[in-house]
């Protein structure tokens, strides 16, 4: 069965700093996708970031970035230029690229930005 | 406008009740989830379906029962057998080979 490990249940970081988010995961499959997803207070779901596990490219979106390694199973989120409205808690989660396409999360990493 | 909606957005229950939780989209998604998500513990999938009249079983399915009757519904029953509903329930949908879009929420409590 596939997992996906997030080892940090918490990370602050100062404003305008960078800050890095570890997320690990499990599979025997070779076509997936890996994706980051933020909840803030709302409690609303939104998606941060994805990629495709064929893809070598590492994925960006503005001050959003990932660190995918393949081979080591590990898929890291980068904050560039941390702001206040990224404080939420980050889920990672998995997805098989066929099939019933359920996704599979992490337990989470509660952000906090200090002014 | 688009999207998904869940309600009502809290529910309270007295124990040994059914309860049932909405939600609904208007984006033509074929594939709908049910998560359940507590303190520390992420998402869990409690039921999904891929197509009308089609549903399967998740991780956590116990104590909860699905219908799929159109497209654009899929309601969540907490049934009297599922022993510790106070969490959140969260509803999502998603096209082929697509991303998950999530509604907002609903906040269950058992009284």
């Known amino acids: 069965a596939q997992t996906v490990t997030q080892s940090q249940p918490e990370m602050s970081v100062q404003e305008a700093e960078t800050v890095t988010l570890s997320c690990t995961y499990d599979t025997s499959e070779s076509d997936y996708y890996l994706f980051w997803y933020k909840q803030p207070p709302s409690r609303q779901m939104i998606l941060v970031i994805r990629?495709?596990?064929?893809?070598?490219q590492n994925a960006t979106e503005n001050r959003f970035s990932v660190n995918f390694q393949k081979a080591a199973k590990s898929f890291s989120l980068k904050i560039s230029d941390s702001q206040l409205g990224d404080a939420a808690m980050y889920f990672c989660?998995?997805?098989?690229?066929?099939?019933?396409?359920?996704?599979?999360f992490g337990t989470g990493t509660r952000l906090t930005i200090i002014p | 406008d688009g999207g998904i909606t869940q309600s009502p957005k809290y529910l309270f229950r007295k124990e040994g009740q059914n309860v049932t939780l909405s939600c609904e989209q208007n984006?033509?998604?074929?594939?709908m989830y049910w998560y359940r998500q507590d303190p520390g513990q992420g998402l869990r999938l409690i039921y999904y379906?891929?197509?009308?009249?089609?549903?399967q079983k998740g991780d956590i399915a116990e104590g909860y029962s699905v219908s799929r009757e159109k497209k654009e519904s899929f309601p969540l029953t907490v049934t009297s057998a599922q022993k510790n509903p106070t969490a959140f329930y969260l509803c999502?949908?998603?096209?082929?080979?697509?991303?998950?879009?999530f509604g907002p929420g609903t906040r269950l409590t058992v009284l």
């Open positions: 999502a949908t998603q096209a082929l080979r697509d991303e998950q879009f």
């Open positions: 984006l033509n998604h074929d594939a």
């Open positions: 989660a998995y997805r098989v690229n066929f099939g019933n396409e359920k996704l599979t």
């Open positions: 990629q495709e596990a064929y893809k070598q």
């Open positions: 379906s891929q197509i009308v009249n089609d549903f």
